[in-house]
Every structure is written in structure tokens, then in C-alpha cells.
């Protein structure tokens, strides 16, 4: 389990000091303590001169054998006294001594207990490997990584079985001799017991005698499958996110196109007659915007910039409405089976981005199945405290998806499909569009066991819905006299619009519905505008421009307590728009590409407040 590569890269690996300290380092053997010796010679030849010339020195001084006597009683005490304190001396200072090898042995246990108790609690694999590459150490969490049973012993195990094939060596293989590192970093994968892989980050460290050989190795290993997952993932994410962005812009400026193509194709099928070729020439042009502009709120929808008009909405009740159309997209070969939940789950959301979500996971089923299946779409309720949620699956008995393509299923432009038969945009759209709506979606597929798309929102109180008043008015057509104010005049309206062909095409259209039409390019110019003191019935500004915002131009007439109604208008949705902060709370919007009867709604609206 990395003994290999340390003999392969140093001049290898130990076996027989401790595991866990170098040799190198190992205590030395103490020095014999010889002053005990010295001080019993000094006292021995001290007490035979005592003993020899204190007799003959008595009598040379005093000449008396009662002095003498005397003296010889003294000096038989004094030497039995000095005998005994020196055997006290000598005895109590190797005590003293064996009282330190014993503290220090007991100081090495507990040290040597705490390390092993340290090891058996982290949770990276520790190992000690020795020459022949046996294990003769490895902590818990080293045995479950590797999936060896606590009490199974370490002896029946070869290092090498944990390797790939490729960095094993034969077992004839000895240490290499010569120099190397002491320290190898890496990053490898290891075979557990049960033949499966986990990928692993490895410090192997070298261990030598005195002399330099490679006495044994000890590893560290942590597995980092989860880690690299996470970082895979962020990755897909910021991925996600910078496409999201792209698409955003993209679909910002391509609605500024269409808001024109649009307008002018269907101002040509209406000047042109019904029997003129270009007529239908023009009619194949609103088609063709019109499928474009689809495709933008498609991009919207990916990048969660999608403009949502969600409201309390059965979920029953919308999939009720759509299977008759969903049945018309199916072959005779698969079948279109409904279970829902009998409770009548409500949800918040947009009930036409959820259609446009299930179409797009019905086709996707219907493809899966090209000999026929059965698609079967689910309702039910998920109680869990706090939360209570409601699922929708979408499910088929189709060819199913391996662990890769299920990886990349939600990634924009990715398809299985052959080229020219998907964009890779419809599952990528549906994530989208059930992200904004607060929900979350998910992929269980199995090769040849088809697949199931979960989707589960929160759900909401079923709405109190109101007896509709009676009214004997109808809606009367537009005639124009709405553009005119009560004393006479026309109401004059100042467009804000940085692109010139946006801009003119608006001023067009309101000046046809009777308005004075004030149109310029940006804030500055609008300022200009209102600082003349001209009368302005209605502000419709684009929202980002260069320069000053809309949001800015608006605060400007709000600073100078100029009551002017304000409808802004953007490519981007209004709730990626306030969700920057672009779009004050509650304001006037409209949204492009837009239709000359839909500016006429909004310009309408925005006026009678």
C-alpha cells in the first residue's frame, strides 16, 4: 500500500525499530555510571592510612597508651559511622536512579499510549509497512477504508494486493540501496478488500538505521473520493453559472431584435393582401420570430432569468389539462398512464413554464422508448416536519441512462440525440425553470430500467377563489381617444431606448396610437428633455443603458417630486432584474420582445395606474 513506490523512489523502507520512530533517533544506550567506584576507592585507601598511621602518629605526639585506647574506641566508631553513611549515600543515589528509569519508562508508556490512542481515533489510515511488505501496523480507520475486520490479523494481508496493478512489484523485489526522499506525496487509488477502489491522498515516510539502510515505511492516506466529487461538482457549477450568464446576455439582445422583426413582420402581413406571394413570405417571418423568441425564453428559463407569473395553481388539474395534448405527441406504441394524488396538491408556480417542463420530459420519455413503453406521470404529497412537499415524477420504461450521461443530463446543449434531432436545451430549460420556482428536480435511471424525473415543490393552502362580479360592460376596442388628455391635447410620451431600432420602432407604433412622442437614447437626454418643462404623460425607459440606469432616470423624477408614471421595459426578466436590484419593487414592466397590442395594454395600464 505504497511500499513500492518508496522503494522504487528512496533507499527504502523498516522493520525493525518501533513503529513510528526512526531509528535514527532512537534512544542510545546510557553510559555506566562509574563514580559510585571512585568514592568506595577513595574511602577503602583513606581508611587503611587511618587505620595504618593514626596509631603511630597518637603515640609520637602524646606518648600515652590510655590516649591510645581511647583513640582506637573513637576511631572504630567513626569508621563504622562513615562505612554507614557511605552505603546509605551509595544505596540511596542508585535508588534515585532506578526511581528515574522507571518515571521515564512510565512517561514513555503514557506517551506511546496517548500516540496509539491518537491514531485509533483520526480518521485518515495510518500504517507502518515493514521491508517484505507486510502490514505490522494500520489504525481503525485504516481497516475500514480498506474493508479489514477489526479482529482480522494484519499477517494474512501483503501490502501490494492494495495497489494497482501497474505499481506492484514481485515479491523477490528487496529494498533499493542509494539515496533518496524521506517524504513522498501523492495522489493514487487503493483496492479494498472486496475489489472495489477509493482514491486516496498519501504521505509516505522513510525510516533508516545508523548505518542508512531502509528499515521500514509508515504511511498516512485520507480518502478524498468525496472531496474530488465536490470539487467536480463546484466546477459543474460554475460552469453552469457562467453559461447561465451567457445565455442571459444572449437572449437580452437577440428580444431587442425580435421586439423589431416581430412588429415589422406582422405590420407586412397586415399592409400586404392575403392572395400577394409576399404576404406569405411575411407570415413565415412572425412564424419564424415568434419560434425564436421561444427559443430566448428557453435561455431565460436555463439561465433563471425567465419572466414568471406564478399563481396558486393545482397540480392535478394542469396535468389533467395537458394530457390530451401530451397523447397527441405519443406514438400508438406508448402508452400515457396518469396517477395522481387524490388531495389536489397546490403549488405556487407559473402553470405555462410547468407545462412547458412536461412536455419536455414527455418527449424525452417518448424518445427513450423507440419500441414502445409506457410514460406514467405522478402526483403525491411528502409530509416531513417542517416541510411539506409535492412530488411530480415523470416516468418511463425506456432505455434508461448509465452513471454518466445521468451526470451531465441537466447540462445545456449536451444530448444523446443524433445531430439535427435536439438541441440539448429542453432538460437544461426544465432545470432552469424549476429552480426559479423554488423547487428542486432529480434523475434516477438504471441501464434497460428506464428512468424517473422527480420533481418536488412546496406546497401551498389551497386558495379561497372569490364569486366573480357581475358586470354588463364589455371591453371596447382601442380607438385612440385614450391618447388624448382632458383638455384636448395628446399625451406625450418619452422613450428612453438605447438601440435605434427598438427606439424608432416604438416611437412608430405609439405616434400611430395618437401619443407625442418624445424618443431619445439615453438618461442624460431624457433629463434634458424634462428639464425644458415639457408636459410628459409617460416615462417608458429601457432599464440598462449606457451610462444612467432606468431605475436611476426614475429616481431622478422621484427626487424632484415630478409625478410622472414610469413603465420600464427589458430583454431580461423582472425578477432577475430586481433580484440585481435594476427594477424598484412593484414597478411598471414590459417585457421583450413585445407585441404593438401589448405595448398598447402596457402603456394603458401604466397610465390609469
Not at 487509488?189 to 521500514?216: A, I, K, N, T
Request: charged fraction near 25%; aromatic fraction near 4%.
Amino acid at each position: 500500500m505504497g511500499g513500492d513506490d518508496a522503494e522504487r523512489e528512496t533507499s527504502g523502507a523498516s522493520a525493525h525499530a518501533a513503529p513510528g520512530v526512526s531509528a535514527a533517533t532512537a534512544p542510545r544506550p546510557r553510559p555506566l555510571d562509574r563514580s559510585p567506584l571512585w568514592i568506595a576507592l577513595v574511602y577503602a585507601t583513606l581508611g587503611i592510612l587511618w587505620i595504618v598511621g593514626s596509631d603511630a602518629a597518637v603515640l609520637a605526639v602524646v606518648g600515652d597508651e590510655q590516649a591510645l585506647t581511647r583513640l582506637q574506641t573513637y576511631k572504630g566508631w567513626f569508621f563504622v559511622v562513615a562505612s554507614a553513611g557511605l552505603i546509605y549515600a551509595l544505596v540511596r543515589r542508585r535508588v534515585n536512579a532506578l526511581q528515574a528509569a522507571i518515571e521515564a519508562r512510565e512517561t514513555t508508556t503514557r506517551d506511546r499510549m496517548r500516540l496509539v490512542a491518537i491514531l485509533e481515533a483520526t480518521s485518515d489510515l495510518v500504517c507502518v509497512i515493514t521491508p517484505d511488505h507486510r502490514l505490522r501496523y494500520l489504525n481503525a480507520a485504516g481497516r475500514q477504508l480498506l474493508g479489514i475486520a477489526p479482529d482480522e490479523p494484519l499477517d494474512r494481508f501483503d501490502s501490494r494486493q492494495f495497489l494497482p496493478e501497474h505499481e506492484r512489484l514481485p515479491q523477490s523485489a528487496g529494498p533499493a540501496q542509494g539515496s533518496g526522499q524521506d517524504v513522498i506525496q501523492l495522489e493514487r487509488e487503493l483496492h479494498r478488500v472486496d475489489g472495489s477502489s477509493v482514491l486516496v491522498s498519501q504521505v509516505l515516510l522513510m525510516h533508516r538505521s545508523l548505518d542508512g539502510r531502509s528499515e521500514y515505511i509508515s504511511t498516512i492516506a485520507r480518502d478524498i473520493s468525496e472531496q474530488r466529487r465536490q470539487e467536480h461538482a463546484l466546477r459543474q457549477a460554475q460552469k453552469m453559472e457562467a453559461v447561465g450568464q451567457l445565455a442571459g446576455g444572449v437572449a437580452h439582445d437577440f428580444n431587442n431584435l425580435l421586439t423589431v422583426i416581430v412588429n415589422c413582420g406582422e405590420s407586412l402581413v397586415q399592409s400586404l393582401p392575403a392572395g400577394d406571394e409576399r404576404h406569405e413570405e411575411a407570415v413565415d417571418i412572425v412564424q419564424a420570430s415568434q419560434r425564436a423568441a421561444r427559443l430566448t425564453r428557453q435561455l431565460l428559463a436555463f439561465s433563471r432569468q425567465q419572466v414568471m407569473e406564478s399563481r396558486t395553481i393545482d397540480l392535478n388539474v394542469v396535468v389533467r389539462s395537458l394530457v390530451v395534448m401530451l397523447r397527441r405527441l405519443l406514438s400508438e406504441q406508448v402508452k400515457l398512464v396518469e396517477q395522481l394524488d387524490g388531495e389536489s396538491p397546490h403549488v405556487f408556480l407559473d402553470a405555462s413554464q410547468l407545462e412547458q417542463v412536461l412536455v419536455n420530459l414527455v418527449v424525452n420519455a417518448r424518445d427513450a422508448m423507440p419500441n414502445g413503453g409506457t410514460i406514467t406521470i405522478r402526483t403525491s404529497n411528502r409530509r416531513s416536519r417542517p416541510a411539506h412537499m409535492v412530488v411530480l415524477e415523470v416516468q418511463d420504461t425506456g432505455v434508461g441512462m448509465d452513471e454518466s450521461t445521468r451526470a451531465r443530463v441537466f447540462e445545456p446543449f449536451f444530448t444523446t440525440k443524433k445531430p439535427g434531432q435536439g438541441t440539448g436545451l429542453g432538460l437544461a430549460t426544465a432545470a432552469g425553470i424549476v429552480a426559479q420556482s423554488g423547487g428542486d428536480i432529480s434523475v434516477a435511471s438504471t441501464p434497460g430500467h428506464g428512468t424517473t424525473f422527480r420533481l418536488e415543490f412546496p406546497a401551498v393552502a389551497r386558495p379561497i377563489v372569490p364569486a366573480p362580479a357581475r358586470t354588463d360592460t364589455v371591453p371596447t376596442p382601442w380607438d385612440g381617444s385614450r391618447a388624448i388628455s382632458s383638455s384636448g391635447e395628446r399625451l406625450r410620451v418619452l422613450v428612453v431606448e438605447d438601440q435605434d431600432e427598438v427606439r424608432h420602432l416604438t416611437a412608430r407604433m405609439l405616434t400611430a396610437d395618437g401619443y407625442d412622442v418624445v424618443p431619445v437614447r439615453s438618461a442624460e437626454e431624457a433629463l434634458d428633455v424634462l428639464g425644458d418643462g415639457r408636459d410628459v404623460a409617460l416615462l417608458l425607459t429601457d432599464v440598462e443603458m449606457p451610462g444612467a440606469s432606468g431605475r436611476s432616470l426614475a429616481g431622478s423624477l422621484a427626487h424632484d417630486d415630478r409625478r410622472i408614471p414610469v413603465l420600464f421595459m427589458s430583454g431580461y426578466s423582472n425578477d432577475s432584474l430586481r433580484l440585481r436590484g435594476a427594477l424598484p419593487p412593484n414597478a411598471a414592466f414590459l417585457a421583450k420582445p413585445f407585441t404593438h397590442d401589448s405595448l398598447r395594454a402596457a402603456i394603458r395600464k401604466a397610465l390609469i395606474g
